[in-house]
């Protein structure tokens, strides 16, 4: 992974802390320690940083558009605040039954992702996530994953699971773990 120029993001359990009910408001949005630093340590690095998110809530009637902008436009913000940007965030807001091409685990929205910021080389991106589906969308698309267990989500099993789709997958604790191992080890 000595040549990433790109990390693509899950924005839930990676980003802000996850909920099994959703994230609902622009309230119940709460970045995880480090994690805005992380994407900040990545800028500086001179990555290109992205977002791909299910964000079925949406879909389902349980939150607004609006809502949802303003839920992104506070990420964003905060982001910002600590000197991090994204290049490109992508969402997909349809549930699991929609058949859509963009939910993960399908690799649509990274598929996207790689058109809009012109990604010619899939080996210089690698996807940060929290659970299975993130790891199945990274090895469609034909990137390398990370884990993190920061999400509400069994992170033991969902590794066990994940090593067998990608032997060499690693699990760190939380995304600003990852990226400071990962900028330490001169990986990136």
Not at 68 to 77: E, S
Not at 144 to 150: C, E, N, P, R, T
Request: aromatic content about 6%; overall charge negative; charged content about 25%.
């Amino acid at each position: 992974m000595n040549n990433i120029q790109t990390v693509v993001l899950d924005r839930d359990g990676v980003i802000n802390f996850d909920s099994p009910d959703y994230i609902l408001s622009p309230e119940q949005w709460l970045p995880i320690p480090g994690s805005l630093e992380a994407i900040a340590k990545l800028k500086a690095a001179g990555k290109q940083v992205t977002v791909c998110s299910n964000q079925s809530a949406l879909g389902r009637g349980m939150i607004k558009q609006t809502t949802f902008d303003d839920i992104q436009a506070k990420m964003i913000a905060e982001t910002e605040k600590v000197g991090g940007r994204f290049d490109y965030i992508a969402y997909c807001p349809h549930g699991p039954d929609d058949g859509c091409v963009c939910r993960k685990p399908l690799p649509g929205m990274l598929l996207d992702t790689f058109q809009v910021l012109d990604i010619q080389d899939k080996k210089t991106v690698v996807m940060v996530g929290d659970s299975y589906r993130d790891v199945q969308a990274a090895h469609a698309a034909g990137i390398d994953a990370i884990l993190v267990s920061s999400g509400y989500g069994d992170a033991d099993k969902i590794f066990e699971k994940s090593k067998v789709l990608m032997p060499s997958i690693q699990m760190f604790a939380n995304l600003g773990e990852a990226v400071g191992t990962l900028i330490e080890e001169k990986t990136l």
